[in-house]
């Protein structure tokens, strides 16, 4: 089975009116909105999704509002190249959510992602933020501060496991900060504390990232 087919059984148990589009594409049907077509990326453990594959994807199916990528890293660039065709790259869960709440799939963004920006933006430190991973950003700040690339991750206790996996999921970036989001997270255990150390990641609550986003970063 692909992971189409796959997908679209757990839509038809969630009885939504969906029927494949050629070999990886899929259509669901919305009363009162436009019918939402998206890109079902192979999962595959070697070989990262590329821009230059987003291209073929869309070029594959016309129509696609949001590719779909499970269980396969993806190339940061890919999310720049997303925003420069007018399309959206989510997870199969994403794309539930958008078929619930968004006319337009490809304006769907995560709940966390709209906090963050607030939070972010309100700052003012912040000229522009460029996605660039599944829960990963560059934020550009105002000169003469230099960029700096987070992920984001929204667990309230952040284990060894957790800070190790997250980490593994974007071996292309250079990360300057892992940041939980999670307004109940207070502090960090010995264990990934000195993980981050070792990686050389610095782990912090969302609040003290903010606190120190107008300062250069060390």
């Known amino acids: 089975m692909s992971i189409r087919d796959w997908m679209i059984g757990k839509l038809r148990e969630d009885s939504k009116q969906v029927e494949p589009l050629g070999d990886h594409g899929l259509l669901v049907r919305r009363p009162a909105r436009p019918d939402a077509v998206a890109y079902c990326v192979e999962p595959d453990s070697q070989?990262?999704?590329t821009a230059a594959a987003l291209r073929a994807a869309i070029g594959e199916q016309p129509g696609t509002r949001m590719v779909i990528v499970t269980r396969r890293l993806?190339?940061?660039d890919v999310y720049e190249e997303a925003r420069r065709l007018d399309v959206a790259v989510e997870t199969f869960g994403g794309f539930r959510r958008a078929v619930d709440d968004c006319d337009d799939i490809?304006?769907?963004t995560h709940r966390d992602e709209d906090y963050?920006?607030?939070r972010l933006y309100a700052t003012r430190a912040v000229k522009e933020?460029?996605?660039c991973g599944h829960r990963a950003w560059q934020i550009i700040r105002h000169d003469p501060l230099a960029p700096l690339t987070i992920v984001i991750h929204?667990?309230?206790e952040l284990t060894d496991?957790?800070?190790g996996r997250v980490l593994a999921d974007y071996p292309k970036l250079d990360l300057d900060a892992f940041v939980i989001t999670n307004p109940s997270a207070q502090g960090f255990g010995t264990r990934v504390v000195n993980s981050a150390r070792r990686a050389g990641v610095p782990i912090c609550t969302l609040e003290d990232f903010l606190h120190k986003i107008r300062e250069p970063w060390t």
């Open 154 to 156: 929204d667990r309230y």
């Open 106 to 108: 490809s304006r769907y």
């Open 116 to 118: 963050l920006h607030r």
């Open 47 to 49: 070989t990262p999704f």
């Open 129 to 131: 933020l460029r996605r």
């Open 74 to 76: 993806v190339d940061p």
């Open 161 to 163: 496991d957790d800070f």
